[in-house]
């Protein structure tokens, strides 16, 4: 099986997996989760299989897209291990021991909502750069990612303003106890677009 087509099975492995564990499985206490437990009596592996299922599908959509497109082997393996790695310490080790140790930290989660407030600022100043250099079809396509931006950053401080305030007030009546892995997954959402458009910016025509 060449490349291209490996990676065709594994992204839509990862489309299966998420959608149907996913959107399937519902939120909240999925009642299908629940069955699968009481049926299978396999202890929380369905649970876990669902509460993970969107960041596993993405990351094998992700790795599948990258060797359809003809990525170097060194790309998809960076990008592959990075985003496990990254996952596992902040969605697993980190809300294990927040969940544990019932600790929050509004400052800390502040700092990141201000440092993706200030990347998304440099992120738009590298945009115009790459705009002005664009053409016909082009600044069609470059104005249609500017709005998705500005409508991913008034998610993201409703995101922020929604967890944040009842943490401060009272972490202990929440679980994981903290919603610091969802700034940080924001942060690192908005780096790396802001990484993407300054490389975009200084592309020469």
């Not at 149907?20 to 009596?41: D, Y």
Request: with cysteine; aromatic share 18%.
């Amino acid at each position: 099986m060449n490349r291209e087509r490996t990676g065709l099975v594994v992204f839509w492995v990862g489309v299966v997996f998420m959608v149907f564990l996913a959107g399937l499985g519902g939120r909240g206490v999925p009642p299908l989760i629940s069955r699968w437990n009481q049926a299978l009596n396999i202890g929380l592996a369905p649970f876990l299989f669902w509460s993970f299922s969107v960041p596993i599908g993405a990351l094998l959509m992700g790795i599948g897209m990258l060797l359809y497109t003809g990525a170097k082997a060194s790309r998809v393996w960076a990008f592959g291990i990075g985003v496990f790695v990254t996952f596992v310490f902040i969605d697993i080790l980190l809300r294990g021991y927040l969940l544990a140790t019932d600790a929050h930290s509004p400052g800390f989660y502040g700092f990141f909502g201000v440092v993706i407030l200030v990347i998304f600022i440099a992120l738009i100043w590298k945009w115009a750069k790459w705009r002005k250099r664009l053409e016909g079809e082009m600044q069609l396509v470059a104005d249609l990612q500017l709005v998705g931006y500005v409508f991913f950053i008034i998610a993201s401080w409703f995101i922020c303003e929604a967890l944040g305030l009842p943490f401060a007030e009272s972490p202990s009546q929440f679980i994981p106890r903290s919603p610091v892995n969802i700034i940080l997954n924001l942060f690192l959402g908005w780096l790396f677009l802001f990484l993407a458009q300054r490389k975009l910016s200084q592309l020469k025509e």
